[in-house]
T-cell receptor, first 114, second 115 residues
């Protein structure tokens, strides 16, 4: 079956702009979570959605937001971009929620902020 | 504060030998631990996991050991193969804070297996 699909794969923005990233989970998976990967901080949890509701949120400013649609697809948005937002943004889906199952990650969207 | 630490940024081993990757954690509420492998330009892929009620879990060439009293876990790969060369992330979850969707990751160890 198809894996987690993230679009776009690469994008370049300038400071102050906003960006929207998209994630399509594996078919049947209803939980979608987002992570930011940077060289300095590693992988950090952003937020998680299940049935169109945000279940958990990491320690990121309000400029980072997300949503999930009825078909489980998810988007995340970053407004007023800063240089430090340059990172690989990873989306992951899982079959169960709140459990101990594995996460299936997409290949990520690499954002460069100039 | 880093709750999950991988103190070795890199590790180099010879093909056929054992690779041992280490991970330490500080949060005693973590009840599930996972290892992910990441190749360049790909997302992390799940490798193996262990519940806090166990001290060992084995899957083929991969074994994870958990020492709760020391808050330490390790991943053993025997025998190591060149295809194992990747970045390995240790991750932990607290079932009371969101389960496996809200993972706390270490910064990774880059493993290089030399032919």
């Amino acid at each position: 079956k198809a894996g987690v699909t993230q679009t776009p794969r690469y994008l370049i923005k300038t400071r102050g702009q906003q960006v929207t990233l998209s994630c399509s989970p594996i078919s049947g998976h209803r939980s979608v979570s987002w992570y930011q990967q940077t060289p300095g901080q590693g992988l950090q949890f952003l937020f998680e959605y299940f049935s169109e509701t945000q279940r958990n949120k990491g320690n990121f400013p309000g400029r980072f937001s997300g949503r999930q649609f009825s078909n489980s697809r998810s988007e995340m948005n970053v407004s007023t971009l800063e240089l430090g937002d340059s990172a690989l943004y990873l989306c992951a889906s899982s079959l169960f929620v709140g459990g101990t199952g594995e996460l299936f990650f997409g290949e990520g969207s690499r954002l460069t902020v100039l | 504060d880093q709750q999950v630490k991988q103190n070795s940024p890199s590790l180099s081993v010879q093909e056929g030998r054992i690779s041992i990757l280490n991970c330490d954690y500080t949060n005693s509420m973590f009840d599930y631990f996972l290892w992910y492998k990441k190749y360049p330009a790909e997302g992390p892929t799940f490798l193996i996991s262990i519940s806090s009620i166990k001290d060992k879990n084995e899957d083929g060439r991969f074994t994870v050991f958990l020492n709760k009293s020391a808050k330490h876990l390790s991943l053993h790969i025997v025998p190591s193969q060149p295809g194992d060369s990747a970045v390995y992330f240790c991750a932990a979850s607290d079932g009371t804070q969101g389960g496996s969707e809200k993972l706390v990751f270490g910064k990774g160890t880059k493993l290089t297996v030399n032919p």
